[in-house]
């Protein structure tokens, strides 16, 4: 039943009508699908996905191959996997992959509702302190593994420019290791700079499944392509044409047999993870099945993460996948949240004597501003941390100040909330004015309530109480009433009803 809900809404990008249709045309048939066995397979592929460009392994750099791949065993050894537990529909659910975000220090990635939060790889003039030096060494391999997705990102992204410019059909799509690079035309220098940016990798989400464990996986519902480890979706939270590279290590004992020229197998050999291809609700053209042995790695260029959608197919061993990505972090990095929290605390002036806090305006719009930001310290990004229990402190401290600090600033915001409520509840205060106040403040205030009792809820839930003591959800902030330590309540029901109270009071 989880699996169904969370594989519903990885595929949900079009209304749910048109979805139904499409299942409904299609009956008890399935559409086609190409693997390297069928004959057109590669024509197909150059038609009609060009933008998508596999590496294979044997084009990688071999001692990057053990490097990264000795880096993923240690992250796994020590633990630095964990399933998500998001929330979906209404319903909390448990990610079957397992997961970590490492990149650029201070940004997050959010997928399901869920904030991830970096695990810092070590950019130049930075030097995060880890729990263990391997679990440095294998962020330090991730860094060098996203410089050279980087440069072979940006020499793709070069050779599509260049064949689109001749007008010739043959993209390389498929680039084995003695594939004759094509020599790159001349490009000026906001071409050359446009590239780069969207091959700018900040993040990587590494994922880690192993199909031996899981005692029920999905089956690819269009293609009838088996069993899937990630249903069809289009990765979210990306700058808009940003590029994808993904590096996969299925861990094969031995050397890989291939068995997709097997003539007696139909379709793609469940045994191999397979990357999936379709263009969007299309259900004329074919699909791909693309195998992916070990060190393979496959580029998303340009638009193909918008006009296509992929799935991951799942093969018989345990399965590690390095996902470099572009992240859009214009609301999602420390230091857009910190310069937010100094955006609402402009309005606040602290009492020399008392230190009291008083606000310089009542103007609506400063407070609802104010308030606003106050909602989303509190639920983007300190509930979010807090939700994923102690996780990030099997691998590093790097979270553990500015958390800390961000806490701090929402504190002082509950204290600007008090004294805004003071001003409403002050006698002599004009309707007019305090009705244009209240009307400012009260939907902020509103899901407040709401927010914090659903966040309550979900630390409480039964499937919360099954997750590891590191790993399992932490409400907080919280406060019991009355502590004389904060200046409001955690339940504001009773706020909310007072305000609507004197909302209604003043109108004519």
Not at 50 to 64: F, Q
Not at 202 to 209: A, D, E, I, P, S
Request: hydrophobic letters at 35%; charged letters at 25%.
């Amino acid at each position: 039943m989880c699996w169904d809900a969370w594989v519903a809404q990885l595929v949900k990008r079009l209304p749910s009508a048109q979805k139904l249709r499409l299942l409904e045309e299609l009956e008890d048939t399935w559409l086609p699908y190409l693997t390297p066995k069928d004959d057109e397979f590669y024509q197909q592929w150059q038609l009609k996905y060009p933008k998508l460009i596999l590496r294979e392994a044997g084009s990688v750099p071999e001692e990057l191959h053990k490097e990264v791949q000795e880096a993923f065993l240690t992250l796994h050894k020590h633990g630095c996997f964990f399933r998500d537990l998001v929330r979906i529909q209404g319903k909390d659910l448990l990610t079957p992959v397992s997961r970590i975000l490492i990149g650029n220090p201070g940004y997050t990635y959010k997928y399901l509702n869920t904030r991830l939060f970096t695990v810092p790889w070590p950019v130049k003039g930075t030097s995060p302190k880890y729990d263990e030096p391997g679990i440095g060494a294998a962020c330090q391999t991730f860094l060098k593994l996203n410089d050279y997705l980087q440069t072979e990102t940006v020499q793709a992204l070069e050779e599509l420019a260049c064949k689109e410019k001749a007008n010739i059909d043959a993209v390389p799509v498929c680039i084995g290791p003695d594939f004759p690079r094509v020599g790159m035309g001349s490009f000026d220098g906001q071409d050359e700079l446009d590239m780069k940016n969207r091959a700018a990798y900040n993040v990587t989400l590494l994922n880690f499944m192993d199909p031996q464990k899981m005692p029920y996986l999905k089956e690819e519902p269009y293609f009838g392509m088996g069993k899937m480890a990630v249903s069809w979706h289009h990765d979210e939270n990306l700058v808009e044409r940003s590029a994808v590279a993904v590096y996969s290590y299925s861990c094969e004992e031995g050397s890989e047999e291939e068995s997709e020229d097997d003539p007696q197998l139909e379709g793609r050999d469940p045994d191999i993870w397979h990357v999936g291809f379709k263009i969007s609700w299309d259900i004329e053209t074919p699909g791909l099945a693309i195998p992916l042995h070990q060190g393979d790695c496959y580029f998303m260029l340009d638009d193909l993460n918008a006009t296509h959608q992929h799935c991951v197919l799942a093969g018989l061993p345990p399965r590690f996948s390095s996902t470099h990505r572009v992240a859009e972090c214009s609301a999602g990095t420390l230091d857009y949240i910190l310069q937010r929290c100094q955006l609402a605390l402009q309005n606040v002036r602290i009492e020399a004597d008392s230190g009291d806090v008083s606000l310089k305006s009542f103007e609506p719009a400063v407070l609802k501003q104010g308030e606003e930001i106050h909602n989303e310290v509190e639920f983007e990004w300190l509930r979010q941390y807090w939700f994923q229990g102690n996780r990030y402190r099997k691998c590093t401290d790097w979270w553990c100040q500015p958390m800390a600090q961000l806490e701090e600033l929402w504190k002082k915001m509950e204290g600007v909330t008090h004294a805004v409520l003071h001003e409403v509840r002050r006698e002599g205060v004009p309707v007019e004015q305090r009705n244009e106040i209240l009307t400012a403040i009260l939907a902020s205030l509103t899901t407040r309530q709401n927010l914090r009792r659903e966040w309550h809820a979900r630390c409480q839930s039964q499937i919360a109480r099954t997750l590891p003591v590191d790993q399992k959800p932490e409400c907080r902030p919280y406060w019991e009433k009355d502590d004389p330590s904060m200046p409001l309540p955690f339940d504001l029901t009773d706020i909310v009803s007072e305000l609507r109270g004197l909302l209604l009071e003043g109108k004519p």
